[in-house]
């Protein structure tokens, strides 16, 4: 006879191993990266020292090979990582997504062995920091058409010129995945992509973004000035970057959905606790209804959010190497965090209304967090081209 699940397990659809994972990394969170989220943001500061912290406790590389320095573990059990993580500091969360996903897992997906073996285990040690280079000025929701960074063949280099902005790691970026077009007549199909270190000669931090939220998350413009790039730091096939693209854009989406989740959960937690303590006409303002209400509706957005996010990363888990930026999975990533971003966006709201005048407050918790909110509709996609992804897939089944 089976062992019964236990209740937590049947309301999550997570296994005990899963729920213990979540609750370990819950606890890394709370004790080492809660503390520094109230500086990074009052002052967009980057703790230097937190990416070795984290990679001394197993929490980079998680789906790369233990041969590289990781835990081979799955990208389900990222996005519990990730969950946790944005739960207590939002903007180190978007850094280590940018760092394990779109840089280290992108590399694991995609490079040769020699270059996995040259960059992976810095990466998970958290002695090297990841960016992805994709955006530019004039390529944010056309990021493929509209890309003019090129990369012409020298010799034994590539040599890469132009400029990507809002750079998640930028400022901070020891190793960058960088995509440019190589072959400019072909349009999108002639783009390959690089793996691109910070001491390239003709590669510079042009300035540092600041935002209105997740900041201390290191956000930057880069510029490419005849920046010389080593032939053997292609990526995969010249002229088939778009590959390595969309398939990243897809895991992307599903990691982003864990942080909006995390963010919503803390943000919960913290107006109930508030409406508890908060008193007006001699009463806790929980005991009033329309209170009441707003955690009730609170409450059952946050569980709509867990479950499709779950579903999502599950759906993830089983990418194949051709299956990116096509198909179903494109189709639930994007209506993923779609769906998820905008319940957050309500969920905060309604979090901000029940602090009243302190929700407005700077520094306070709440409004760090309503703050962040609205990146989460524009990043990986503005929730406009994830309508379009969701209809197209749908209008060409």
Same mark, same amino acid.
């Given at each position: 006879? =089976? @062992? ?28 080492? /990266?809660?503390? &520094?989220?109230?500086?990074?943001? @009052? #002052?967009?500061?980057?703790? =230097? ?23 081979? &573990? ?5 996005? /519990? ?28 997906? *995609?490079? *040769? ?36 960074? =090129? ?8 040599? /890469? ?21 190589? @072959? $400019?007549? $072909? ?8 793996? %691109? ?24 413009? &880069?510029?490419? @000035?005849?920046? !010389? ?5 292609? %990526?995969? #096939? ?44 001699? +009463? ?16 059952? !957005?946050?569980?709509?959010?867990? /479950? ?13 190497? #051709? ?21 957050? *966006?309500?969920?905060? *709201?309604?979090?901000?209304? %029940? ?30 081209? +994830?309508?379009?992804?969701?209809? $197209? ?5």
């Amino acid at each position: 006879m =089976t @062992d019964r699940p236990s209740v937590m397990q049947a309301f999550t659809g997570l296994s005990a191993d899963e729920m213990d994972i979540l609750a370990q990394a819950d606890r890394f969170a709370q004790a080492e /990266l809660y503390p &520094l989220a109230q500086r990074m943001d @009052d #002052e967009e500061w980057w703790p =230097t020292d937190i990416f070795p912290k984290i990679g001394a406790t197993g929490y980079f590389g998680v789906t790369a090979p233990e041969s590289l320095g990781g835990a081979g &573990l799955d990208v389900f059990t990222s996005g /519990l990582i990730l969950q946790a993580f944005g739960r207590w500091n939002h903007a180190l969360a978007l850094a280590w997504v940018a760092h394990e996903n779109l840089c280290l897992h992108n590399i694991l997906r *995609n490079a *040769n062995d020699a270059q996995k073996k040259k960059y992976v285990p810095g990466l998970c040690k958290g002695t090297a920091i990841g960016a992805l280079g994709l955006t530019e000025p004039g390529a944010g929701s056309d990021a493929l058409g509209s890309m003019r960074t =090129t990369a012409r063949r020298e010799g034994g280099h590539y040599v /890469l010129n132009g400029r990507k902005i809002y750079i998640t790691n930028g400022p901070v970026a020891d190793v960058l995945l960088v995509y440019a077009k190589t @072959d $400019k007549d $072909k349009g999108a199909q002639g783009i390959s992509a690089f793996i %691109v270190e910070k001491d390239f000669p003709g590669f510079k931090v042009a300035q540092k973004l600041i935002k209105m939220g997740f900041r201390g998350s290191q956000t930057a413009e &880069l510029v490419f @000035d005849e920046c !010389r790039v080593p032939a053997e730091n292609l %990526v995969g #096939e010249e002229n088939r970057g778009v590959k390595v693209v969309m398939s990243g854009l897809d895991l992307e989406r599903a990691m982003i959905s864990p942080i909006c989740l995390g963010i919503a959960e803390r943000a919960f937690a913290l107006a109930l606790d508030y409406a508890r303590q908060r008193k007006q006409f001699g +009463r806790p303002i929980a005991d009033f209804q329309m209170i009441q209400a707003k955690l009730a509706e609170m409450y059952t !957005r946050v569980e709509s959010m867990r /479950l499709f996010t779950y579903q999502v990363l599950r759906a993830a888990n089983v990418i194949g190497e #051709e299956d990116g930026g096509r198909g179903e999975i494109h189709k639930l990533t994007a209506a993923g965090v779609l769906y998820v971003a905008e319940t957050m *966006n309500q969920v905060l *709201n309604d979090a901000v209304q %029940v602090h009243g005048g302190t929700g407005y407050i700077w520094e306070s918790e709440i409004n760090r967090l309503y703050r962040a909110i609205k990146l989460l509709e524009i990043g990986a996609g503005t929730s406009e081209v +994830r309508k379009m992804i969701i209809s $197209k897939e749908l209008l060409t089944a």
